[in-house]
């Protein structure tokens, strides 16, 4: 038996490959529905690749070897002997379910960065407004601005607009002649031409004009700043503009979600981009004998990327070959993927944004103040440190949202780079989801 987690582009694209020899797959995931955060859905899926999706959707529900057990949460795992007892919460019960292979493919999370008002009513993240569209058909304002940087800022605003909001600004924090370093990538991917196309198509059809070196530097009571940033992400305080708006949906590109590998014992590196995510050979397997890790958890790279990484997992966990040909095509979509942090790096300057008073962890409402305090007049010289003194990141989201952020205004403000053990180290967590003592204490269904 395989158990495969995450149900998105690379735990599909695992389930399916693996059951072409017949394994026994669970696949787990805590929507009520396939898809992941790409492909979230009400019945159908629309937009780009939705053909891609149907057919992976119709395989799996018809592969005989498949069990899919939707809205169940993995909160733990626990090697016993030879097997990986998989702990998940289900209606209300905790369920668990034993195999000899994993198969990790959990995705990732949107990044926020703080600045005055991201943690007032109306700022959000380009996923949550994306998945309340997607998920329950809720359109979160009717004037939106979608900021931050990335190509998600695209299928956030087009498909908010082909739903009805107006699209009062779509800023893009980074410049466009970044993409110049990487045309090789484009060239090795023409199929994103097409993509380009495609989202070039929708904003024309909407009037939605994209602007460039761009930040939502404020947001209160329905007004957004918006500035002119440097390549540093530093505003030119001289330009800037009022935005009337609902919403502001500001997005800084992805963290992988690295709970379950962690707790498994799953070795992590350091991206070049500063992100934390596991380290797997050519064919996923990770540094865990029997496990295997495909999709965001291993970089963000989009979902061709996942597709082609879960294929590979797939094949591999149940000793099915893997030709050349799929190997050359990971290797293309990897390229593209490092084009991406090419493209849209996240600038320093982002630490200027926050006032004394801007709230950077928000489950324990600790302010920039307290994190500058805690550095330049209790002495912290490292985020853990700094931690301890304020709480921050010690919450109920266990820092998934300000560890990164706190990490980095620590570095900026001690001058000192932050290594790669305090990123690691930020990234994990020991439970992957909240759960009661007493359902704990009842035991397992
Ligand atoms: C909010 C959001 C919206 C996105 N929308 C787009 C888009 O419109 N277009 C685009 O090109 N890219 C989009 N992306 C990027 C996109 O997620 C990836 O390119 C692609 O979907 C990654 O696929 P994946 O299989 O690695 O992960 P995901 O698609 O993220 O799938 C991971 C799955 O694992 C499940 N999971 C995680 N932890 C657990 C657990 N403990 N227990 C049970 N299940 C678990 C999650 O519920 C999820 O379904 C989006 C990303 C996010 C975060």
Redesign the pocket.
């Known amino acids: 038996m395989i158990i495969v987690?995450?149900?998105?582009?690379?735990?599909?694209?695992a389930a399916e490959a693996a059951s072409r020899n017949g394994s026994d797959i669970a696949l787990?995931?805590?929507?009520p529905r396939?898809?992941?955060?790409?492909?979230?859905n009400r019945g159908t899926v629309k937009?780009?690749?939705s053909g891609r999706a149907d057919q992976l959707f119709s395989k799996i529900s018809s592969a005989k070897s498949i069990t899919h057990i939707s809205e169940?949460?993995?909160?733990s795992i626990e090697k016993e002997g030879d097997l990986f007892r998989v702990n998940?919460l289900q209606g209300g019960e905790e369920s668990s379910l034993t195999a000899e292979k994993l198969i990790l493919?959990?995705?990732?999370?949107?990044r926020s960065l703080p600045f005055p008002g991201w943690d007032k009513p109306g700022s959000m993240?380009?996923?949550?407004a994306?998945?309340m569209l997607?998920g329950s058909g809720v359109l979160v304002g009717k004037r939106v601005v979608v900021a931050g940087t990335g190509?998600?800022l695209?299928?956030?605003a087009t498909?908010l607009a082909e739903s009805g909001a107006e699209i009062v600004g779509l800023y893009e924090a980074n410049s466009p002649i970044r993409w110049l370093l990487s045309l090789h990538a484009l060239l090795l991917n023409p199929g994103k031409f097409a993509?380009l196309f495609y989202y070039g198509n929708l904003l024309k059809r909407f009037k939605i004009s994209l602007k460039f070196n761009r930040a939502v530097s404020s947001f209160a009571d329905g007004s957004a700043t918006v500035s002119h940033i440097n390549s540093h992400f530093m505003v030119k305080s001289q330009r800037e503009k009022i935005v009337h708006t609902d919403v502001v949906a500001v997005?800084w590109g992805?963290l992988?979600?690295l709970?379950?590998g962690g707790i498994v014992g799953c070795a992590q590196r350091v991206d070049s981009d500063g992100t934390t995510i596991f380290a797997v050979d050519g064919e996923q397997r990770s540094s865990v004998e029997n496990v295997w890790i495909?999709?965001?958890?291993?970089g963000?790279?989009?979902?061709?990327?996942?597709?082609i990484?879960?294929e590979i997992a797939g094949l591999s966990a149940s000793s099915q070959s893997i030709s050349p040909s799929k190997r050359f095509t990971r290797i293309r979509k990897e390229i593209f993927a490092n084009a991406l942090k090419r493209s849209y790096p996240i600038g320093d300057g982002w630490q200027s944004w926050p006032q004394e008073s801007t709230t950077i962890c928000r489950c324990e409402e600790v302010t920039m103040h307290e994190i500058r305090e805690s550095v330049t007049e209790l002495g912290a010289e490292d985020s853990r440190t700094a931690k301890l003194f304020t709480r921050a990141g010690m919450g109920l989201c266990q820092g998934r949202v300000c560890s990164r952020n706190v990490s980095e205004i620590v570095g900026g403000l001690t001058h000192c780079s932050v290594t790669d053990g305090e990123r690691i180290a930020s990234s994990n967590r020991p439970i992957?989801?909240p759960i009661s003592l007493g359902l704990l204490g009842d035991g397992k269904k």
Do not use: H, N
Not at 28 to 31: E, F, K, L, R
Not at 294 to 298: D, K, S, V
């Open positions: 987690i995450g149900a998105g582009p690379a735990g599909l694209a787990i995931d805590s929507s396939v898809g992941g955060q790409y492909w979230r937009g780009y690749r169940a949460t993995v909160w998940y493919a959990t995705g990732a999370y949107d993240t380009p996923g949550a994306q998945a997607k190509p998600f695209l299928p956030v498909g993509e997005g992805f992988p979600d709970t379950l495909a999709g965001e958890a291993t963000i790279g989009g979902a061709d990327l996942s597709l990484e879960g992957a989801s």
